[in-house]
């Protein structure tokens, strides 16, 4: 299967910083990537779409100004979380789908002081 | 709106089968995908439908009914590495949306 990279695995910071999350396909190009948000014993939720050389697509309820996304080339895309709060305190993951089939990143386990 | 339910949690013994329901609603389809997560990992794949019917790969087969808007995962000589939870998976065309994971613990 298609390999997806997420940097870093971990992350601890205080609040009111921000912090940068990175999603990288390995091995195929990527015009598309998506951004989840996974809470202990829940499910995983869609936060937005990151299209290559134009906007995200944010889902409702998630807010584009705290979780700004980037999608600079065919194999990055990149999640900041501006001004985290500790209820921002989340595993993060990133997919991309070559050849329609949803493969995922190893997450990004971010804890909010 | 989409709605996808699964049970929480199922309890099956090493050896046994296992059979894991997901029911769907969903404004749009064109697939249903299985994956398994590990507490604290990222969900892997497991199988995908997008006809009715059985797909078989190994000890994990996956039946889905559109008709019904109803899929099953099944767990073939379980193992205890196979304690993980299990997610059922809807794609909407140019999204995907998940359930919300069965828990599966499998005891000796």
């Given at each position: 299967?298609?390999?997806?990279?997420?940097?870093?695995?971990?992350?601890?910071?205080?609040?009111?910083?921000?912090?940068?999350?990175?999603?990288?396909?390995?091995?195929?190009?990527?015009?598309?990537?998506?951004?989840?948000?996974q809470f202990p014993k829940q499910?995983?939720?869609?936060?937005?779409?990151?299209?290559?050389?134009?906007?995200?697509?944010?889902?409702?309820?998630?807010?584009?100004?705290?979780?700004?996304?980037?999608?600079?080339?065919?194999?990055?895309?990149?999640?900041?979380?501006?001004?985290?709060?500790?209820?921002?305190?989340?595993f993060?993951?990133?997919?991309?789908?070559?050849?329609?089939?949803?493969?995922?990143?190893?997450?990004?386990?971010?804890?909010?002081? | 709106?989409?709605?996808?339910?699964?049970?929480?949690?199922?309890?099956?013994?090493?050896?046994?089968?296992?059979?894991?329901?997901?029911?769907?609603?969903?404004?749009?389809?064109?697939?249903?995908?299985?994956?398994?997560?590990?507490?604290?990992?990222?969900?892997?794949?497991?199988?995908?439908?997008?006809?009715?019917?059985?797909?078989?790969?190994?000890?994990?087969?996956?039946?889905?009914?559109?008709?019904?808007?109803?899929?099953?995962?099944?767990?073939?000589?379980?193992?205890?590495?196979?304690?993980?939870?299990?997610?059922?998976?809807?794609?909407?065309?140019?999204?995907?949306?998940?359930?919300?994971?069965?828990?599966?613990?499998?005891?000796?």
């Amino acid at each position: 299967g298609a390999v997806v990279s997420q940097h870093p695995s971990w992350v601890i910071c205080k609040s009111g910083t921000s912090v940068k999350i990175e999603c990288r396909s390995l091995d195929f190009q990527a015009t598309t990537m998506f951004w989840y948000r996974q809470f202990p014993k829940q499910s995983l939720m869609l936060m937005a779409t990151s299209n290559e050389g134009s906007k995200a697509t944010y889902e409702q309820g998630v807010e584009k100004d705290k979780f700004l996304i980037n999608h600079a080339s065919l194999t990055l895309s990149t999640l900041t979380v501006t001004s985290a709060h500790p209820e921002d305190s989340s595993f993060y993951i990133c997919s991309a789908r070559p050849d329609g089939v949803p493969f995922f990143g190893p997450g990004t386990r971010l804890t909010v002081l | 709106g989409q709605n996808i339910d699964q049970p929480t949690e199922m309890t099956a013994t090493e050896g046994a089968i296992v059979q894991i329901n997901c029911t769907y609603q969903t404004s749009g389809f064109n697939g249903l995908f299985w994956y398994q997560q590990h507490a604290g990992e990222a969900p892997t794949f497991l199988s995908y439908n997008v006809l009715d019917g059985l797909e078989e790969k190994g000890r994990f087969s996956s039946f889905l009914s559109r008709s019904k808007g109803y899929s099953y995962l099944l767990l073939k000589e379980l193992q205890m590495k196979d304690s993980a939870s299990y997610l059922c998976a809807v794609s909407d065309f140019n999204k995907f949306y998940f359930g919300s994971g069965t828990k599966l613990n499998v005891k000796p």
